[in-house]
């Protein structure tokens, strides 16, 4: 099965961050509380930075990828979860989705997996890289 990028949308900020990648999800009020979108904002900022995020507010998630990692939100209403892939020039946002069992649903593993894959295929196909050569793997 292919699965290909459609028109990944492409933030650049200012200052050197990295930018931010979006493969599926969107953070928008509603359904995102107010302080919630703020703090995924935040959240996604200091991954932008270089910044490393610990637990509570995010885990690995090795089964998706290496580099892969779970933001946690809370608002009043949901848990949200923004999967993300930390690449070496970009933050992948792979999905977002509000927690409603303990485990993350295998739908959602199995579509970030793809997205991830598609993600590295693209990556891998710009004009100018080296083959073989992955930066996008390495986590900085």
Request: proline share 9%; net charge positive; hydrophobic share 40%.
């Amino acid at each position: 099965m292919t699965v290909s990028i459609p028109n990944p949308i492409l933030k650049v900020v200012p200052g050197g961050a990295k930018p931010l990648v979006w493969l599926g999800g969107e953070i928008k009020t509603p359904p995102f509380g107010v302080a919630a979108r703020r703090e995924a904002g935040f959240l996604l900022r200091l991954l932008q930075e270089g910044e490393s995020i610990g637990m509570p507010k995010s885990r690995p998630m090795p089964t998706i990828g290496r580099g892969c990692l779970e933001l946690r939100v809370q608002d009043e209403a949901h848990a949200w979860r923004i999967v993300c892939f930390v690449a070496a020039d970009a933050i992948v946002i792979l999905d977002v989705f509000p927690k409603t069992t303990r485990a993350t649903p295998k739908q959602i593993l199995v579509t970030c997996r793809r997205r991830l894959v598609a993600y590295r295929r693209e990556v891998d196909e710009r004009p100018g890289r080296l083959k073989g050569r992955d930066d996008s793997r390495r986590v900085r």
